[in-house]
């Protein structure tokens, strides 16, 4: 035998030996464990009257729900702020500068550092409200829910397009990294069925899907899923006849979810349910807090092709250790508009500012003019979040509108703000994220 054929069999032998195995390589098949679904109804449901207080709007202090204040400039119009979240114990923040990713940290080595991952628009999944990431903080790896789709499929159906939450490595390596990790090169990913359902809310455990029936708009409730995709849970939180889909599609649907600092329990509320619950663990729900706009509750079984002037609706919905905090939108009603008399252009469009004051069990409805709560803290603008991390609550603001409403010569303003606005560092065209705990 040709010695060099020789030396070559085994090396063929070895390669045709791998292929085989990787090839009997067994695929993973979601299972269901049929856990019992249990309703938590230990405590009563808090009652958020809308109604009540839209009678009677009464201004609050920011030092009744948060005592301190900080400013982070957060970059350009170009990419606006979309979700920023607490890194513990180094304060510092994660934010999406949709689609972008930066690490934001005052002074320091990094005070600003693009994060190693990039995604084009296309590939982030867009069912969650802006609310995208999630970072572990034990592990201090970030999760991201991708769209799954990519040049071929972007722009029409296809059974290639397949949504996955992404892993991606510690912090600390992804701060480092020299190139980019991109959705098609992540260190491990996690496939979803969004076939029917709508992403909910997910962490580096597992994730929860609305669930939707054939032909209607509106889910009949939630299942919980571990990372694998084994469906561990399903909960049924609406009863009766569901609207369908000819009638929600013309109502603006409002879902959020968000986790608690210890990271433990998911607070969430479904499209068209005024209820907002707990995911406890996997298999137990509680209510919590129920919204009750009176007879200007937006029913989709009254509904008439058309939405009627004085009905109210959710559009953004927040929390914090001493306060919830709810952004209205009524029919009819006068805008909430910037200092211009424009509506903002990077945050929802709304009508009332409506805070529960969890200690007092007490609704109050900010007064129209005044754009939030009165700044005590630093005497700076009033404060309406735009967002929320752990027990942080943010807002957006334009460098521009801060420089031309904030008097940088009263003795009261905050030093720390009146030099964050003198700083050459800091452009015209910067955005201002204004953190307050």
């Not at 390589?25 to 009563?44: C, F, G, N, Q, T």
């Not at 995604?119 to 970072?135: S, T, V």
């Not at 996955?164 to 959705?183: A, Q, S």
Request: one cysteine or more; proline letters at 6%.
């Amino acid at each position: 035998m040709n010695k060099y054929v020789a030396c070559l069999l085994p090396a063929l032998l070895l390669a045709a030996s791998c292929q085989s195995k990787q090839e009997k390589k067994p695929v993973y098949v979601p299972k269901s464990l049929h856990m019992e679904a249990r309703i938590d109804r230990s405590e009563p449901v808090q009652i958020i009257d809308v109604e009540k207080a839209l009678q009677n709007p009464e201004a609050l202090k920011l030092s009744q729900i948060a005592s301190e204040i900080e400013y982070y400039t957060v970059g350009d119009a170009r990419y606006t702020v979309t979700q920023a979240i607490q890194i513990p114990d180094s304060n510092a923040f994660l934010t999406l500068n949709y689609p972008r990713l930066y690490y934001r940290k005052p002074g320091g080595e990094i005070p600003s550092k693009r994060y190693g991952f990039k995604a084009l628009d296309y590939k982030w999944n867009k069912e969650m409200a802006g609310q995208q990431l999630f970072f572990d903080k034990k592990t201090t790896r970030l999760y991201v829910a991708l769209s799954g789709e990519n040049k071929m499929t972007r722009y029409k159906q296809s059974t290639d397009t397949i949504p996955c939450i992404g892993e991606l490595l510690p912090l600390d390596t992804m701060l480092k990294t020299k190139g980019y990790i991109y959705p098609e090169s992540l260190p491990a990913s996690y496939p979803m069925d969004l076939s029917r359902n709508k992403l909910l809310g997910f962490s580096s455990t597992g994730y929860t899907l609305c669930r939707y029936e054939e032909g209607k708009g509106e889910p009949a409730g939630v299942t919980t899923f571990n990372l694998q995709g084994d469906t561990l849970c399903a909960f049924t939180l609406k009863t009766g006849e569901l609207a369908p889909r000819s009638v929600t599609d013309s109502v603006p649907p409002f879902q959020t979810a968000y986790w608690n600092a210890a990271q433990d329990r998911m607070n969430f509320m479904i499209p068209y349910c005024d209820t907002l619950y707990q995911l406890r663990d996997p298999q137990t729900v509680a209510p919590m807090y129920a919204v009750d706009y009176g007879e200007n509750r937006l029913d989709l079984k009254a509904f008439q092709k058309e939405i009627e002037a004085g009905k109210i609706w959710m559009k953004t919905l927040y929390e914090n250790p001493k306060a919830i905090f709810l952004g209205l939108y009524q029919k009819g009603a006068p805008k909430i508009v910037n200092w211009l008399g424009w509506e903002f252009e990077y945050k929802p469009t709304l009508t009332h500012h409506v805070v529960y004051l969890k200690e007092e069990k007490r609704t109050v409805v900010l007064p129209y003019r005044q754009n939030g709560l009165v700044n005590d803290l630093d005497n700076g603008l009033p404060f309406w979040p735009d967002g929320h991390t752990d027990d942080c609550l943010y807002m957006l603001l334009t460098v521009t509108e801060m420089r031309e409403r904030v008097n940088r010569t009263d003795p009261k303003v905050g030093r720390a703000l009146v030099n964050m606005l003198d700083s050459k560092k800091v452009r015209e065209r910067d955005y201002v994220m204004i953190v307050v705990r």
